[in-house]
């Protein structure tokens, strides 16, 4: 298989319950990262305790420990992030992941992820899609297979540096931010369906119950710039789910309130305008679906809104990267 390094960073805070799962899983690859770094973000747990054993076998993985701290929230990810790619910047890797630490993968996950890669220039951002108790992302969700969840994200370098890494936000909403965007500027971004990931922990759930994690999603919908009617059709479909009705009044509730507010957006026009018009294609797809009394594949709905964007790169012939330098027979 052609070579193309990677070096993953993970930000941890407070993840004593699952941290070695990930460890166990990551060490355990096919093919492993030239670098893995691991942030312990102010953990008051026993996070770094956990990985301390694994340093001594596995020279390439580094553990920076960064302040305790008492507030949680995503703009610090973001800031953790940072510091772990500080340490990898001068390494020539093709690929740089983002990787959370309450995840088990299979052995050859990365291995897969790398050949996606190799056989697709324009492929900026990969990942699989995951499953947590009582929800599969594949067959839950509409995000799709244009959409890499945050748990696991890999980008390609250049890809990365061109949307000018991941931007901070308290309310949320970072790892999407930066597949839209880079989608936006012409770059494929997939979730293969042919692997998965095991998360842990049920997402949003870190500090909070699954209502009050609904309304969350619902305000960030918002932040995000998400459509009104794109909205009601999600709060429609949370409804079905567990818990009944309550799941989608919280969401929307969430929404509404944020909409009231005015709330201030983090996202730029430019977008909001994107995301808004890959959710009325989508969104249209979806119906005709219906219409046609044919069974909806919610992971592939999404393909129909991705047609121009990912062709605009090369119509305004903008080059691809070159990755040669990263790969050797």
Known sequence: MTS??????????????????????????????LRWVIVNDGSTD?????????????????????PVRQERHFAAKVFAF?????????????????????????????EFLISQFIKD???GVAGTVFRE??????TDSFEGETYVSGQCQMFR?????EIGGYKPNKGGGIDWMAVTHARMIGWKTRSFREKYFFHHRRLGTAERGILASSFAYGRKDYFLGGH????????????????YVLNGTALGFGYFCAALQRAQRPVSPELMHFHRREQMKKLRAIFGTLLRLKHIDSFRAGMVAVSTSEDARHSSGVQLPKEREFYER
Not at 89 to 109: P, T
Not at 133 to 138: A, K, L
């Open 4 to 33: 193309c390094p990677y070096v993953l960073i993970t930000p941890a805070r407070n993840e004593e319950a699952f941290i070695e799962r990930t460890l166990e899983s990551v060490t355990r690859q096919t093919l492993l990262p």
């Open 46 to 66: 026993a996070t770094a305790a956990k990985i301390l054993p694994y340093l001594a076998d596995n020279p390439w993985i580094a553990l920076v420990d960064l």
């Open 82 to 110: 940072n510091v772990g790619l500080e340490k990898v910047k001068d390494l020539s890797y093709a690929v740089i992941g983002n990787l959370d630490a309450d995840v088990s993968l299979d052995q050859d996950h990365f």
């Open 121 to 123: 220039p324009a492929l």
């Open 133 to 138: 108790h009582g929800y599969n992302s594949e």
């Open 157 to 161: 370098r250049r890809c990365f540096e």
């Open 228 to 243: 009104p009617l794109w909205e009601l059709f999600r709060v429609a479909w949370r409804m079905t789910k567990r818990p």
